[in-house]
């Protein structure tokens, strides 16, 4: 049995596939010690499980802000030596990052203490942190076609974002009953992932109405700490009483988006991962001011293999009309779920556990050689 640091938190993009490769590496024996931040999104999800082990981790975004970037400098310099404390205490034989804020401190603590290091970068960008940290990794997993100059092509694995073992498509009929939503017509979904849309749900509330005298329910999930609605109802003429819902998170995701006829979200790749699992057809809105720009570029893939359409978000005017298009449109729909289904890659966590038990073995053979008394001993 080895022991594997996965450090992975701060958005539920990094937090969730985590969560799903120590799943797997759990059922093979191992011992998984999950590293998270501070940050209410990630305390509201390890709640679901009680039977894994989660380190809360100190930690601060990049900023070139003066306040934020004196912060982060603190807030670095504190990481840096809790992570060298949690490495002599945890003793780990392999350190998984995912990226984010997180990462760095612990990963290159890590290699000071001469104990691998695999990188998982999700995004079709791959961010600046990832970038500086792939030079110390022993493997590192992109996205299929993404390559970084300056890294070895036999460190670079390629490799999908794993899903928890949870995360399975449902009956509609069934995720609508599980997430209270008491409609037999049309459902849209709004979300913009973890952190919620501002933007996005401002034109849901907009819109509302709108929509309900076309038969169409709302759901959209905000975002924690977001003040809107929590429901609305309105009187139509041709289909009589048309709800919607406005919900700050949501713990059950795959029924939130099996309910759905079509999704408006953002384009992280968390959010696109699970929008794929589930065959919905969805409009992938790009966070404008995400760095560098990695949103578009993930969005663009997806649009590129014809599985979702793409809208900046100075063009959320024109997404009314495209709502209403691919809702009542079935050939396009069909098409967008047809070729969803050809990018959806079910194996990837336990493709991605079969990667890190190599590094491990690599290791566990280095230590136990080094143990052994030379001849003339």
Same mark, same amino acid.
């Given at each position: 049995m080895a022991k594997i640091l996965i450090v992975c $938190?701060?958005?539920?993009?990094?937090?969730?596939? @985590? !969560?799903?490769? #120590?799943?797997?590496?759990?059922?093979?024996?191992?011992?998984?010690?999950?590293?998270?931040?501070?940050?209410?999104?990630d305390a509201r999800l390890i709640q679901n499980y009680p039977n894994m082990e989660f380190i809360e981790a100190p930690g601060a975004p990049f900023s070139w802000s003066p306040v934020a970037l004196v912060r982060f400098i603190w807030v670095?310099?504190?990481?840096?030596?809790?992570?060298?404390?949690?490495?002599?205490?945890?003793t780990p034989d392999l350190i998984m990052g995912f990226g984010g804020f997180l990462?760095? $401190?612990?990963?290159?603590?890590?290699?000071?203490? @001469? !104990?691998?290091? #695999?990188l998982h970068e999700a995004n079709r960008v791959v961010g600046?942190?990832?970038?500086?940290?792939?030079?110390?990794?022993?493997?590192?997993?992109?996205?299929?076609?993404?390559?970084l100059p300056g890294v070895r092509r036999t460190k670079i694995h390629?490799?999908?974002?794993?899903?928890r073992k949870e995360f399975v498509p449902?009956?509609?009929?069934a995720s609508r009953e599980l997430i209270g939503v008491q409609s037999a017509g049309k459902l849209l979904v709004v979300f913009g992932g973890s952190q919620g849309a501002g933007s996005l749900n401002h034109w849901a509330e907009n819109n509302a109405e709108a929509l309900a005298d076309r038969g169409i329910s709302l759901y959209c999930l905000v975002g924690m700490n977001k003040d809107l609605l929590t429901e609305t109802c309105f009187e139509t003429a041709s289909f009589?009483?048309?709800?919607?819902?406005?919900?700050?998170?949501?713990?059950?995701?795959?029924?939130?988006?099996?309910?759905?006829d079509l999704v408006v979200s953002r384009a992280g790749a968390g959010s696109i991962g699970e929008i794929i699992r589930c065959r919905v057809p969805s409009v992938l809105i790009p966070y404008p001011f995400a760095r560098d720009d990695h949103q578009s570029a993930n969005a663009e893939y997806v649009a590129l293999m014809d599985a979702a359409r793409v809208l900046e978000d100075s063009q959320l005017d024109s997404l009314f009309e495209l709502v209403i298009r691919l809702l009542f449109e079935q050939f396009e729909i069909k098409i967008l779920k047809k070729n969803l289904n050809s990018l959806d890659l079910p194996e990837e966590a336990i493709l991605l556990a079969d990667a890190l038990e190599d590094l491990i073995s690599v290791k566990l053979k280095r230590s136990a050689a080094a143990t052994l008394p030379s001849r003339e001993a």
């Open positions: $938190g701060g958005t539920g993009g990094h937090l969730t596939p @985590g !969560i799903a490769i #120590a799943e797997e590496l759990t059922l093979r024996g191992h011992r998984c010690f999950i590293v998270v931040s501070r940050k209410k999104v670095q310099i504190s990481a840096f030596i809790f992570a060298l404390r949690l490495l002599s205490q945890k990462t760095a $401190g612990i990963a290159l603590s890590g290699c000071m203490k @001469g !104990i691998p290091f #695999a600046r942190s990832n970038r500086l940290l792939s030079r110390f990794a022993k493997k590192v997993f992109l996205p299929k076609g993404v390559l390629f490799a999908g974002l794993p899903l449902m009956t509609q009929e009589g009483l048309i709800k919607s819902w406005y919900v700050p998170f949501s713990d059950n995701m795959p029924a939130v988006l099996s309910a759905a």
